[in-house]
């Protein structure tokens, strides 16, 4: 049973330059979590996703960023234009409701770095 | 705000020797609290979940604990391997909110073959 997949797994580009960071879920899975992590902050939910639908985007931390899942397999994160204080690790996390919330599984995340 | 606070941040333990992780919280509203391990460079692997009307969950050597009211959990870990080191993270999901989840800042162990 194949886990969240995320791609790429690591990114360096250049400040001012867009990043698209992209994210396939388990499927079956109706709740899709985008989350950033970093040493001084932890990590941090920026959005999620119930059926495609974005329920929750109060995490994310400016206009720069954007989220979209167009089906229930494929969800990506843009940064458009890239800052250095976005390098993280950004992880993609899915889940499901079957009578109770369900644990999240997380992919391996992506490693950003803007230089 | 609901804030999750872990202590330690950091425990190293020989093998063999049981130990506990400890996580507060501050908002006893909750859903659910889970416990996730983290390897470096990988994502987070749910080790246990606790729902808000349990007071704890097994899995093999691994015991979890929810006192609600006093807004506490504690992770045990029996027998320890080298196995075991990893950072162990908590994370609460509010009762309202929707699936919002707000995790601590983890305790990185260290289990010394």
């Known amino acids: 049973d194949a886990g969240v997949i995320q791609s790429p797994r690591h990114e360096v580009t250049e400040m001012g330059q867009e990043v698209t960071l992209r994210c396939k879920p388990i499927?079956?899975?109706?709740?899709l979590f985008w989350y950033r992590q970093t040493m001084m902050r932890g990590l941090e939910l920026l959005i999620y996703?119930?059926?495609?639908?974005?329920?929750?985007d109060s995490g994310m931390p400016e206009d720069r960023f954007s989220a979209k899942m167009p089906n229930a397999s494929f969800s990506t994160l843009k940064i458009q234009p890239s800052e250095p204080r976005d390098s993280a690790v950004y992880f993609c996390?899915?889940?499901?409701?079957?009578?109770?919330?369900?644990?999240?599984?997380f992919g391996d995340g992506t490693r950003l770095s803007i230089l | 705000k609901q804030e999750v606070t872990q202590i330690p941040a950091a425990l190293s333990v020989p093998e063999g020797e049981n130990l506990v992780l400890n996580c507060s919280f501050t908002?006893?509203?909750?859903?659910?609290l889970q416990w996730f391990r983290q390897d470096p460079g990988k994502g987070l692997t749910s080790l246990l979940l606790?729902?808000?009307?349990?007071r704890e969950q097994t899995s093999g050597r691994l015991n979890a604990s929810l006192d609600k009211s006093s807004g506490r959990s504690t992770l045990y870990i029996a027998a320890s391997q080298p196995g075991d080191s990893a950072t162990y993270l908590c994370?609460?999901?509010?009762?309202?909110?929707?699936?919002?989840?707000?995790f601590g800042a983890g305790t990185r162990l260290f289990v010394k073959a």
């Open positions: 996390a899915s889940s499901s409701f079957r009578g109770t919330r369900q644990p999240q599984h």
């Open positions: 499927s079956g899975h109706d709740y």
């Open positions: 996703f119930n059926n495609n639908v974005p329920i929750d």
């Open positions: 908002d006893s509203a909750i859903y659910n």
């Open positions: 606790i729902q808000s009307s349990q």
């Open positions: 994370a609460v999901s509010p009762n309202t909110g929707g699936f919002k989840t707000i």
